[in-house]
Antibody, heavy 120, light 109 residues
Framework: QITLKESGPTLVKPTQTLSLTCTFS??????????VGWIRQPPGKALEWVAI???????RYNPSLKSRLTITKDTSKNQVILTMTNMDPVDTATYFCARTGDFRAYVAYWGQGTLVTVSS | EIVLTQSPGTLSLSPGERATLSCRASQSVPSSYLAWYQQKPGQAPSLVIYGASSRATGIPDRFSGSGSGTDFTLTITRLEPEDFAVYYCQQYGTSPPYTFGQGTKLEIK
């Protein structure tokens, strides 16, 4: 059974850096084709694709956010970490961790999501 | 960046009826790399269709996807009460961002 769970702060101040961790089970990065990434959803709004890291350490970012993002993986811990700098109230959203299909970037499995609020 | 436009914004139907949801892309989606997701209130989305027409594991056959190029459709025949939700399309066929549509809310009439 594949599960993903997000963890991190629920409240950050403007200009601070956000660090979110996705801890997963039921698969590993030793499997070719695996990708784990992040998708966010502001309250009442649509989904926005953020970033992804693949089994071979290939990393892809949303160009509109790229300058603020870093995605890394800890294979030994089955974790993916997303950092986003210079947080702004418009970044308030539920952040979902997501596992892709094999060799394809659709989301086959979703975490439950974690709401991050940016406010002073 | 490929922009996906979903229509209608809201679709009001009764259980047992047929639902047709549209997703139009601003440019051709390579290899029909288009997915559909269902999201219920307070929940994460879940995969319904990938590759434009392949049903995800556990998805009943009343759900079907079709289309290619710039025009895609999700059809739900014989709506069940649990099908009422928001549906999003996503393209994953080009370089990032792997964009989503704005969603179609399927509500009970």
């Amino acid at each position: 059974q594949i599960t993903l769970k997000e963890s991190g702060p629920t409240l950050v101040k403007p200009t601070q850096t956000l660090s979110l961790t996705c801890t997963f089970s039921g698969f590993s990065f030793s499997s070719r084709g695996v990708g784990v990434g992040w998708i966010r959803q502001p309250p009442g709004k649509a989904l926005e694709w953020v970033a992804i890291i693949y089994w071979d350490n290939d990393k892809r970012y949303n160009p509109s956010l790229k300058s603020r993002l870093t995605i890394t993986k800890d294979t030994s811990k089955n974790q993916v970490i997303l950092t986003m700098t210079n947080m702004d109230p418009v970044d308030t959203a539920t952040y979902f961790c997501a596992r892709t299909g094999d060799f394809r970037a659709y989301v086959a499995y979703w975490g439950q999501g974690t709401l991050v609020t940016v406010s002073s | 960046e490929i922009v996906l436009t979903q229509s209608p914004g809201t679709l009001s139907l009764s259980p047992g009826e047929r639902a047709t949801l549209s997703c139009r892309a601003s440019q051709s989606v390579p290899s029909s790399y288009l997915a559909w997701y269902q999201q219920k209130p307070g929940q994460a989305p879940s995969l319904v269709i990938y590759g434009a027409s392949s049903r995800a594991t556990g998805i009943p056959d009343r759900f079907s996807g079709s289309g290619s190029g710039t025009d895609f459709t999700l059809t739900i025949t014989r709506l069940e009460p649990e099908d009422f939700a928001v549906y999003y399309c996503q393209q994953y066929g080009t370089s990032p961002p792997y964009t989503f549509g704005q969603g179609t809310k399927l509500e009970i009439k």
